[in-house]
């Protein structure tokens, strides 16, 4: 540095000084601009983050069922469509065909982290006079824990399925009025018949949705099964991922591959998707504009040192100074600005983000959600501000450097 940049730096840092309020005000600015895109990056990465971990935390990424029923227009000796329009059929609670063969299959692609086999369907909660409807689901335990992450939502009581037991959400059990221990009887229609069974609720789960918690019940996979009239069968094959933003394309593998009906999280929750992609690109925009905010601050506060420091330039020039060495003064003068206000930028969204996240709380008195600034982005950010100090500093440094040095003396 003290070779090749030796001489450009002691001016630049010189010419720096001698404009001190000037340097302190565009450092500000620039420390502004980079504590703006730190802090929104930080905030609406923190967002996204919370909103995907309640809605994948109730719900599998990928869900395959069995393909739906459909019904095949008749057809004329000669091929031709007889009867072109039909009624769509009613469709049944169906197993996932060889569904005990496919799960170990699945578990052996990389992608899927977990497998879980699921029995689903509707059905009466009943407790004295009290009667409530509700989403029957029947699993295995250990395998819908690593799905949903189960126990981590129990709010009274032990998670525990043995055979005549359950699991209810929290709103559900509030309006049966029943606690853990209490007996609650399970009723569903199969065909023209009535089945019932009475279980022990163990655990109370808040699943982070109210229409969730009020009419969710689980039991074991094979209450569910006899309950639902689908003796060894499953309806549902729940998966969840090492990485979630995979979904779509391993759908789209699944359906080749399998003759299933695969759904994924984003095509189950599209709006979502389409606002987090909105948030992403409201941020890319936020970011580009204070970065070229920054650079014009940067580019007129160098203008205004060219015009100033005319004579000196040209006393360095009649001194020996090169173009390319005065072109480098300015680059200097604007990377160092660049930096420096990186620096102060960077501290200061560490002071916004921990303001917001002790400042600002819900109703429970916690924090909304977890914000934290990655090193790596505090990084990009201020690479990416000094950078445009240096690409800011070009016109005045190359405006600086065709100066003639006669007359830049004599003015």
């Known amino acids: 540095m ?13 010419f720096l000084r001698e404009g001190r309020m000037q340097t302190l005000l565009i450092i500000v600015g620039v420390a502004a601009g980079v504590a703006v895109v730190a802090y929104i990056s930080a905030l609406i990465s923190g967002l996204q983050g919370s909103t995907l971990a309640k809605t994948l935390g109730a719900q599998a990424h ?26 769509p059929r009613v469709q049944r609670l169906r197993s996932v065909a ?6 170990p299959l699945l578990e052996q692609m990389g992608p899927i982290a977990a497998v879980s086999p699921m029995v689903s369907g509707s059905g009466l909660a009943l407790r004295g006079e009290a009667a409530q409807a509700i989403a029957l689901m029947g699993v295995e335990l250990e395998r819908y824990d690593r799905i949903v992450g189960l126990r981590s939502k129990v ?73 639902l009239g689908l003796p060894g069968g499953v309806t549902v094959l729940d998966m969840t991922l090492k990485d979630v933003w995979t979904a779509n394309e391993l759908a789209a593998e699944l359906r080749q591959r399998y003759p299933y ?28 504009v204070v970065m070229i905010v920054v650079v014009l601050g940067i580019a007129s506060v160098l203008v205004v040192s060219v015009v100033q420091k005319r004579r000196e330039i040209g006393i360095l020039r009649a001194m ?30 560490v002071a916004l983000i921990w303001a917001f996240t002790h400042f600002v709380r819900g109703s429970d008195g916690l924090p909304l959600f977890s914000i934290i600034l990655p090193l790596a982005t505090a990084l990009q950010v201020a690479g990416i501000a000094t950078l445009c100090g240096v690409l800011a500093a070009i016109a005045p440094a190359r405006r600086a450097a065709a100066m003639d040095p006669a007359q830049a003396i004599r003015i």
């Open 98 to 103: 060889n569904w005990q063969a496919l799960v």
């Open 320 to 349: 020996g100074a090169t173009r390319g060495q005065v072109l480098r003064v300015f680059l200097v003068q604007g990377a160092v600005v660049g930096a420096l206000g990186s620096a102060l930028g960077v501290l200061l969204a």
């Open 62 to 87: 990928l869900v395959l069922r069995a393909p739906d029923d459909m019904v095949t227009p008749a057809r004329a000796a000669d091929g031709s469509v007889a009867l072109s329009e039909v009624q």
């Open 155 to 227: 709010v009274s009581g032990s998670a525990r399925l043995d055979p005549g037991e359950a699991i209810l959400g929290r709103e559900l059990a509030a309006d049966l009025g029943v606690r853990v221990g209490d007996r609650v009887t399970l009723q569903t229609t199969v065909g023209s018949r009535s089945v019932s069974d009475a279980v022990r609720v163990t655990a109370l789960v808040d699943l982070g949705v109210r229409d969730l918690n009020r009419r969710t019940v689980i039991v074991p996979l094979r209450a569910a099964q006899s309950l």
């Open 261 to 288: 009906k695969v759904e994924s999280w984003q095509e189950n929750n599209a709006q979502l998707v389409s606002a987090l992609n909105a948030q992403s690109v409201s941020t890319a925009l936020i970011r580009g």
């Open 2 to 14: 003290q070779g090749w940049l030796g001489f450009e730096l002691r001016v630049a840092l010189r």
